[in-house]
């Protein structure tokens, strides 16, 4: 029970009782307020607090909360989005749709000749996914028969580009009815980056609540860890000779304003002088309304000199790809 929401719970009841006129009395009704009322709204909740000791990944955040479906193979009976509610599902005896008995959660037709249905969701940001929980609330009779669960993660980077391929995170399970399932992830995938979530339904039936256990991983961080390391590989490829002969200087940088000609010649005699970043930039940008006044009203997103900058190519063979967000045309070919 070494949770914060135990901590929180305590620290309430303490609270009111040394604010209330006689503690004694108010102890059973204060411990029924902040112990029972959550656990009533939410039959599993109880569950799941006494197994967060077997399984620790409920402590973690439940990711599926802001996840969305992105492709569902069948949802005769009820929508696959149902799966990702937050609370505990709703059961109505003989409350009949177009679609017959209605159900708060995920059915698929019976008789899948293509067994299984899969649903897919993408998670709101990349993550590292501990645990799972497949609850078949009120399906008893028409529930899934079981389950297995797929996640697609970024495996590694070749030349600058990243590839995705998906790994089985859960491998087939056996479910009950009218019953909450706790499945770990596959442990070599804990370090993995997962952006897609895929729960199969075997082969068919119904799925009440799907919820997905992990943490949110740095994007940034992920991402400049695969291109450093391919960078790395490339670097090594390079001959020991490279770059611009011996002896090579470049023209003076002269910026271009938007008072045209007049100003060009007169930073050329100025010795190529360059303006603060701020004059550069407005510099640029009343450039591009001058050259271009289709432009005007709009904003350029990708100048490296308003920050633009790229973060990954499949190929910079020749020259960088960076080269095309400069401001100032293009020395020559090798200037793009």
Known sequence: AHTKNAYDIAKGIVHELCLSPDPVDYFTVLTTKHLLAPFRANPRALL?????????????????????????????FAPARTLLKNYFPVFRPKTFGAAGQVYDGWETARHNFKAPDYVILRLARPA????????????????????????????????????????????????????????????????????????????????????????????????????LNAAAKWIQTLPDKRGLPEGYKPDPVVEVTAEGDEADEEAKMQGGHRHSLVERQQSYIATLHTRFPRTRGLSELAAAILGGRVIASSSSHYSLPGNMLKAHRAINMGDG
Not at 155 to 181: F, I, K, M
Not at 184 to 207: F, M, Q
């Open 48 to 76: 799941k607090f006494e197994k967060a000791a077997e399984f620790p990944f409920l402590r973690a955040k439940n990711l599926a909360l802001e996840s969305s479906v992105v492709f569902v193979t069948n949802e005769s």
């Open 128 to 227: 590292r996914v501990a645990g799972f929980v497949v609850d078949t609330a009120h399906f008893d009779g028409n529930h899934a028969n079981g389950a297995s669960i797929y996640g697609l993660v970024q495996s590694r980077v070749d030349h600058q580009r990243v590839e995705q391929h998906w790994v089985q995170l859960v491998v087939y399970q056996p479910l009950q009815g009218n019953t909450a399932h706790f499945f770990r992830a596959d442990p070599k995938y804990a370090d993995s980056i997962v952006t897609e979530i895929k729960l199969c339904n075997h082969p068919d039936g119904g799925i009440a609540r799907f919820e997905i256990y992990g943490e949110y991983a740095s994007l940034g961080k992920v991402t400049n860890e695969l291109l």
